[in-house]
């Protein structure tokens, strides 16, 4: 299969780092100009200046905006007014004793995980189906399913971002607009490291170290490895592709088997 997604411009969001910035490279690989998006204009830049090294000839937007804010919102439109490929990768995460989590931390991951993906929507979704194509991914995770006790919260707007992609998938039916989520599972982003390495003995080389993290700290993982940034990104480029239109109000599951069931 090849996927050639020229003429498309992309944006992903939270981009400058982790799977957002793997998934960059995949759409820019495929030939997508993509928007690349931080809150720092520096940050935006350096991501920016790294992606076009990895990814030679591919082309970047550098999109410095605060996308969880109206006002941000607003920049990322002013940055790239028409977008046919919407990645909604933000999303922030964090562990708290679920009786002292505080209203206004309840407040902040709806605000960044979920409202901030739907205004984006709300913003390109019109174009997308006035132009007869687009594709809208939400990335959620496992923890929308199975719900952590200690990120209630992350949970709570995970599955919400979930219930998002599905409605949103209702409302652009018919259109040539296919509107999907991709449920990721433990992912070898920054920090991830030195997390596995605090639980592991410090001597064991990096994939026997991560062997021993899953086997006995994630055993539900079939995979028993952390996922890479890469494999994500390689479902959202074919989610993203002409190929997959009749994929469309699904969340599928690139969580290394991690959610015990035989449905997505
Ligand atoms: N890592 C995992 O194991 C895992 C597992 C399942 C699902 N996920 C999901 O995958 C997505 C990406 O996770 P990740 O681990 O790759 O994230 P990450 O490494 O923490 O990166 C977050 C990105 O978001 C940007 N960002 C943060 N707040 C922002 C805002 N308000 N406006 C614009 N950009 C903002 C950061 O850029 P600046 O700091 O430069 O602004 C950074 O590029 C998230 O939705 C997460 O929930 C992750």
């Known amino acids: 299969m090849r996927i050639d997604l020229a003429g498309r411009t992309?944006?992903?969001?939270?981009?400058?780092?982790?799977?957002?910035?793997?998934?960059?490279?995949g759409l820019a690989r495929s030939g997508a100009r993509v928007g690349v998006n931080g809150r720092d204009e520096q940050r935006v830049g350096e991501a920016v200046a790294r992606l076009a090294t990895e990814v030679p000839g591919g082309s970047f937007v550098p999109v410095a905006a605060d996308v969880a804010s109206e006002e941000g919102a607003r920049q990322a439109l002013e940055a790239l007014p028409q977008v046919d490929i919407l990645v909604n990768n933000l999303g922030i995460f964090g562990s708290a004793d679920p009786l002292d989590i505080s209203d206004d931390e309840w407040r902040r991951y709806f605000e960044v995980n979920v409202l901030a993906a739907v205004?984006?929507?709300?913003?390109y979704l019109p174009g997308m189906t006035e132009r007869g194509r687009g594709r809208i991914l939400n990335i959620a995770s496992d923890s929308a399913i199975v719900i952590p006790a200690e990120m209630i919260h992350y949970g709570m707007s995970k599955t919400a971002l979930l219930a998002v992609g599905r409605g949103f998938a209702k409302e652009a039916a018919g259109t040539g607009v296919t509107v999907n989520s991709v449920i990721a599972g433990p992912t070898h982003t920054g920090g991830v490291e030195d997390f596995v390495y605090e639980l592991v003995d410090r001597d064991l080389p990096w994939d026997e170290a991560q062997r021993e993290f899953m086997r006995e700290h994630r055993p539900q993982s079939l995979l028993q490895r952390l996922i890479e940034p890469e494999e994500i990104a390689h479902m959202v480029v074919y989610l993203s592709s002409d190929q997959a239109s009749a994929t469309t109000g699904g969340a599928l599951r690139v969580d290394g088997g991690y959610v015990d069931s035989i449905l997505p």
């Not at 981009?15 to 910035?21: E, M, P």
């Open 10 to 25: 992309a944006l992903v969001t939270g981009s400058t780092q982790g799977i957002g910035a793997a998934i960059a490279a």
């Open 119 to 123: 205004r984006l929507i709300r913003q």
